[in-house]
């Protein structure tokens, strides 16, 4: 009698051990269903038909991963954004961004070695262009590059 109150016991458990994983997994799954719309939040200067037109899913489409990691990656590839994260609420898929800014102007301070027009040329940041971390790393090594150019500048 103990024996078979136990092994219904180790039973009940492995029942309710695979019931909680099953539900878990259900849980765990991507969302799914059809899109039937985006709604964009964040953006300040950028149209949000314009940030629906770099995207690969449109309302109708079924929620894929693939094509929302896609559009992640296009989003991000246009450099308008620093941040995006894409997300399902109910029946919409939202669009959260955050836009990169705007240069407003470029000032080279302490530099008496080279002309500031001559930096200007060579940089690629300017006036009303949108700022980008990619951006500024290729303009500091094109500067070193001129300072290296002119023999102000020593490799170490």
Do not use: W
Not at 30 to 38: A, D, L, Q, Y
Not at 65 to 87: Q, R, S
């Amino acid at each position: 009698m103990r024996r078979g109150l136990r092994l219904l016991q180790l039973h009940c458990f492995v029942v309710f051990v695979a019931l909680i994983a099953q539900s878990g997994a259900s849980y765990s799954q991507t969302p799914g269903g059809v899109i039937k719309g985006i709604v964009v939040e964040g953006n300040q200067r950028i149209e949000a038909s314009t940030i629906r037109s770099y995207m690969v899913v449109q309302p109708g489409d079924v929620y894929d991963p693939e094509d929302i990691d896609l559009t992640l990656k296009t989003l991000f590839a246009t450099g308008l954004f620093a941040d995006v994260v894409l997300f399902q609420r109910g029946p919409n898929l939202v669009v959260r961004v955050v836009e990169n800014p705007i240069i407003n102007r470029v000032v080279f301070e302490h530099n008496k070695a080279l002309d500031d027009d001559k930096l200007e040329e060579e940089v690629q940041l300017k006036p009303r262009i949108v700022y980008t971390r990619a951006k500024v790393q290729v303009d500091v090594q094109k500067i070193i590059e001129l300072y290296r150019r002119s023999g102000r500048f020593a490799k170490r």
